[in-house]
């Protein structure tokens, strides 16, 4: 425990890790505000071509859309964010010259790492739960709570009660998933002696690997079920009725599988890594 | 009965790709010894000192420390070490004390507020431990990075270039420090220096590494000549100070308008006052760099 306490101590001194919070900080309350005065306009849109057949009654604009809007773009963003402190954990110690230090101490380099991969998902884990606090939170005291509508292949319409826990296993779900994006680019400051080549290998693969999952050709579509961004979008099954539980625990499972040979191709790299920084 | 080995390398090897640094080096370190650790730049001695300390892997070869295999002992073996390898770079966000607490958690056990004190003032750093170390000087750091290698209380010190940035005050309190870790403390000290005159005052045993090999491992004072000395007199009558510093040692000579000689150590201060009663002015008695000359003649 005092070597996790070490390396959140080490990542909460650095001004990069405060950037993803001030990030957040800046960003959740700016959609929430433009949701709230443009939000009615939007919902307008999105149901112009339902509202024919349907009638549309209660407060659709509520904190949980809200939420459920800001939850969308954790994919946008959160991942540079994220890979900004764990692209750094063992590539910025090795610019830095300290690795040296940590390494030549009586510690097996299998657990530096493992200690740098438990600091790596806590920072996550903390960046992703004041999202969720900061958007919920700002949400329901902005516009209040209600039903939420999603509009995917089919409408759903959730009741009040219904919503708080989809969002919740959403956020947990989205976690896993920025769990796996950490593993990568802790993988590639394995490999590194600055962290701005895993922060920018971490962003290509990401891009590379949504861009093709996007683009409908037969050739993409076999690998498609091999890229791990495939899967990262799957909270919105928390959203449908029934709950594709059978999905969504591949996903995880999926999303589990590559951290575990992230982090083994990182131990492995690390062990046999010369430290010449 | 004979000194124990703490370290050993044998038939020790490195290759970068198709570049060979190390080529098979050999030497022993004994309990107890200030051993100066030698060479050009680019003769495989900082690559060396990283295999002896783990931070990077043989090609071939065998290091053992303690009598034990350093690769299936490592972390039982680095508890007992203190390392400093070339620049101390140190967490500059936080205080040298932070910095030396911190640290010493990693080798097990964090280190009571009275060890850490005790160390800082080992280095000379008192007064200035609560201060962040971006704010320290190349001389501080280092004081710092040899403050971190001795927190644990280790048996053997490696010290990699200790004198790196230190002004001339700080290179003679690091020097009474590692004599007074071996005379004293009775640690085992390796150390690294392109400071041959350091190393000379410094160490009792060396090794002289060069182009990947060993050239030359020994007793520093048997390599340097044993119980001579080499000095350059500055003197008023050179020619008259010439004769009578013959009859104390046939190696005398005349160069630059200074006599050069070498005598037995407890002959100086004689000859001294041997040339001061022949209305000699001595002016200046300077020690000649023997290890400088040696080191010169093997590299």
Redesign the interface.
Same mark, same amino acid.
């Given at each position: 425990m005092?070597?996790l306490r #070490?390396e959140l #101590?080490?990542i909460f001194?650095?001004p990069r890790t405060y950037i993803g919070f001030a990030a957040i900080a800046v960003l959740v309350p700016l959609i929430q505000i433009a949701l709230y005065i443009d939000g009615q306009t939007y919902i307008e849109f999105s149901l112009q071509n339902l509202k024919e057949a349907f009638d549309f009654q209660g407060e659709l604009l509520n904190g949980y859309l809200a939420s459920y809007i800001i939850l969308a773009t954790l994919y946008v963003h959160i991942p540079f964010l994220i890979a900004l402190v764990s692209g750094d954990l063992l590539a910025g110690e090795a610019a830095?010259? *300290?690795l040296?230090?940590?390494? *030549?101490?009586?510690?097996?380099r299998t657990r530096l790492v493992l200690i740098k991969f438990a600091a790596a998902m806590t920072y996550t884990a903390a960046l992703i739960l004041f999202m969720a606090l900061a958007s919920l939170i700002l949400g329901i005291l902005i516009m209040g709570t209600g039903d939420l509508i999603v509009i995917r292949n089919t409408i759903y319409v959730f009741s009040e009660s219904d919503v708080l826990w989809r969002l919740l296993s959403a956020f947990g779900f989205g976690l896993v998933a920025m769990w796996c994006v950490a593993s990568l680019s802790f993988m590639f400051s394995s490999f590194a002696s600055n962290s701005i080549g895993p922060i920018i290998l971490t962003m290509t693969v990401i891009i590379s690997f949504i861009v093709i999952s996007a683009i409908d050709l037969s050739v993409f579509r076999v690998i498609k079920p091999f890229l791990f961004t495939t899967y990262m979008g799957s909270w919105k099954l928390f959203f449908e009725e029934p709950l594709a539980l059978r999905d969504i625990w591949l996903s995880t499972g999926v999303l589990g599988l590559h951290i575990l040979v992230f982090l083994t191709v990182t131990i492995i790299n690390f062990k046999?890594k010369?430290?010449?920084s | 009965m004979g000194k124990t080995p703490v370290l050993e390398v044998r038939g020790l090897r490195k290759s970068f790709q198709d570049f060979e640094a190390v080529k098979g080096v050999d030497f022993t370190v004994y309990e107890g010894d200030i051993f100066g650790f030698l060479g050009p730049n680019g003769a495989g001695k900082s690559t060396t000192l990283r295999m002896v300390t783990s931070l990077i892997n043989s090609t071939a070869g065998d290091i053992r420390i303690f009598g034990l295999p350093l690769s299936s002992n490592r972390e039982h073996i680095l508890s007992r070490m203190g390392i400093l390898v070339e620049k101390p770079d140190l967490y500059g966000f936080l205080s040298g004390y932070d910095n030396l607490s911190m640290l010493s958690s990693l080798n097990g056990k964090r280190a009571s507020r009275q060890r850490i004190e005790e160390v800082i003032h080992m280095v000379g750093l008192q007064g200035r431990e609560q201060d962040k170390v971006r704010k320290y000087s190349q001389g501080m750091r280092q004081r710092l990075g040899i403050a971190q290698a001795l927190i644990h209380d280790p048996e053997i010190i490696i010290l990699d270039e200790p004198s790196n940035g230190l002004d001339p005050q700080g290179i003679v309190d690091i020097r009474e420090l590692i004599i007074r870790l071996g005379r004293e403390f009775k640690k085992t000290v390796i150390l690294s220096s392109h400071l041959l005159n350091e190393v000379e005052m410094m160490a009792n045993r060396m090794v002289i590494i060069n182009k990947g090999q060993v050239t030359v491992e020994g007793d520093v004072q048997e390599l340097l000549g044993g119980s001579t000395i080499k000095v350059t007199i500055s003197c008023s009558h050179p020619e008259q100070a010439l004769k009578i510093a013959a009859e104390t040692t046939p190696d005398v000579r005349i160069a630059d308008g200074q006599l050069v000689l070498e005598i037995p150590k407890e002959s100086v201060a004689k000859l001294v006052s041997k040339l001061v009663a022949n209305q000699i002015e001595v002016q200046a008695v300077v020690p000649v760099r023997k290890l400088e000359d040696y080191f010169i003649s093997l590299t």
């Open positions: 005092n070597l #070490f #101590f080490k001194c650095k830095s010259g *300290t040296r230090l940590l390494v *030549t101490r009586p510690i097996s046999r010369d430290i010449l | -």
